[in-house]
């Protein structure tokens, strides 16, 4: 049987968040990608595309990258060409971490945070991470492989306490 459905095939996250102020520490976050192999998805990633990385087969790409809140509109965003991914690779988690350098941040402390997942125009996912105000990394998306061409979405909204390093070991584990 034959579907009309063809999955997710390259999308958008795309992160805004205000800079502090009043001499707070500094708001930093950064969206971070972990690639899963088809023969353990829930076992350690094989890659990390973040800030200072990317894809080796340039597959997810970290479009822009902004240390502190400031400018208009998108702050950062990744794209994810799901469809040219290797067969090897069966799962893709989105998150976000915020740096601790400055002193301990919290979604919560951070001002007008909106995270979207788009597919071209349109959007499929749009969140304030209020429901993870009191944590310092969270999991925003998971795309699954059903078959060789079909990519499926599914919003994957979760809560860590943990730092950047830390985060991208667990964000993938199964729940």
Known sequence: MSTLNKGVAKVEVA?????????????????????????DPYGEPVYLVHFDSRSPDGTITLNRDSRTGQGFGIDEAMTLELTRLSPDYARVVVGIAIQQSGGPVTFGDVPNTKVLVREGYEELDSDDLAGVAGATAATIAEFVREDADTWRYRRLLHGFDTDPQSFSRVMGARR
């Open 15 to 39: 992160l805004k968040w205000d800079p502090s102020t009043g001499g707070g520490p500094v708001h930093d976050l950064d969206i971070i990608a972990a690639v899963y192999p088809t023969a």
